[in-house]
Nanobody, 124 residues
Framework: VQLQASGGGLVQAGDSLNLSCLAS????????MAWFRQAPGQEREFVAG????????HYAHSVKGRFTISRDNAKTTVSLQMISLKPEDTAVYSC??????????????????WGQGTEVTVSS
């Protein structure tokens, strides 16, 4: 599967932004999906994960209540709706797919397919 992320940009603190990840290839529903992010000089971190049927989600503590992950299996897309953005949300956001990944899987090495990343910058 190939992943193409989009939707990043420069916003102000408190603004909202929607990221989208389009998956190409067959059998999208085989994959647990997630969003990760990596800020400059920091390790890549798990942001949110979603199950194959979209019925279960899991979030990093830092984004819970502000970010919402969803997927549309018919359109083979996974989205990340972000509200109340903070400067500390600034990072490159990447979508990821894993055949053996569950919605709560936070280890990056469990995801074998990655999008190219989309940059989100939140100014104070």
């Amino acid at each position: 599967v190939q992943l193409q992320a989009s939707g990043g940009g420069l916003v102000q603190a408190g603004d909202s932004l929607n990221l989208s990840c389009l998956a190409s290839g067959r059998l999208f529903t085989r994959y647990g999906m997630a969003w990760f992010r990596q800020a400059p000089g920091q390790e890549r971190e798990f942001v949110a994960g979603i199950s194959r049927n979209g019925g279960n989600t899991h979030y990093a503590h830092s984004v819970k209540g502000r970010f919402t992950i969803s997927r549309d299996n018919a359109k083979t897309t996974v989205s990340l709706q972000m509200i109340s953005l903070k400067p500390e949300d600034t990072a490159v956001y990447s979508c990821a797919a894993g055949v053996r990944a569950y919605y709560y899987t936070q280890l990056a090495n469990q995801y074998h397919y990655w999008g190219q990343g989309t940059e989100v910058t939140v100014s104070s």
